[in-house]
Each structure stands twice: as C-alpha cells, then as structure tokens.
Nanobody, 124 residues
C-alpha cells in the first residue's frame, strides 16, 4: 500500500517561509495526483493546491497563488508546498493526499490516501 508522510512544518514567525514535503512510499505506481490540504483549529479542512502526474498545477484562489507554490519531483516520489510570507491565518495542520489517475481536481473527495499531517504554527 502507498503511504504518505509530510514533514517541514514548525513554529515560525509571520513573514517567514517554509517548504513542506510529502514523500510517498510503498507501491507508488503512477499515474497519481497529489493535493495539499490544511485544517486550522475549529475549521473545516480545505484544499489548497494540487499537482497532477505531469506537473500541472491547480490552486484554490488568487490569495493562495500569491504565496503558495506546489511542485513535484517524481523521481523522489515527493511533492512540495512552498509557503512564502506566512501569515497568522496560515497556521494549520497541513496534509497531503493522493488520488489515482492523471487529473488533479480541487475536489477533496477525489483524494483517498492521506498522510498524518505536519503542523505549521505562526506567531508575531
């Protein structure tokens, strides 16, 4: 079975940057897409961005596009989420998830394999 493990979170100050990693192991046979989600305390988990098998990118809105960059290194079975100029509202647990196939829709129910998440805490 495929397993996903996130890393790279931590405690940062507003304005800092982080690069989160999502490493897939096990039966990582393609094609598959990967999405990043986040869930803040007391809020519903939301999808942030997704990347397809060929590197095509979808991001949820312009506010995300301005500061979030998703990328993929298929040779390393790794997907990254680069977050710049972190804001207080970015504090959340960030998860990656995968779906089989070529497409990377911003539809949470499409993603069926999840990692354990990595915590991002932002302070001023």
């Amino acid at each position: 079975q495929v397993m996903l493990v996130e890393s790279g979170g931590g405690k940062v100050q507003a304005g800092d940057s982080l690069r989160l990693s999502c490493v897939a192991s096990g039966r990582t046979f393609g094609p598959y897409a990967v999405a990043w989600f986040r869930q803040a305390p007391g809020k519903v988990r939301e999808i942030v961005a997704a990347i397809d098998w060929n590197g095509g990118i979808s991001e949820i809105d312009d506010s995300v596009k301005a500061r979030f960059a998703i990328s993929r290194d298929s040779a390393k079975n790794t997907v990254y989420l680069q977050i710049s100029d972190l804001k207080l509202e970015d504090a959340a647990r960030y998860y990656c998830a995968m779906k089989p196939g070529l497409g990377a829709p911003l539809i949470p129910s499409s993603y069926s394999v999840w990692g354990q998440g990595t915590q991002v805490t932002v302070s001023t």
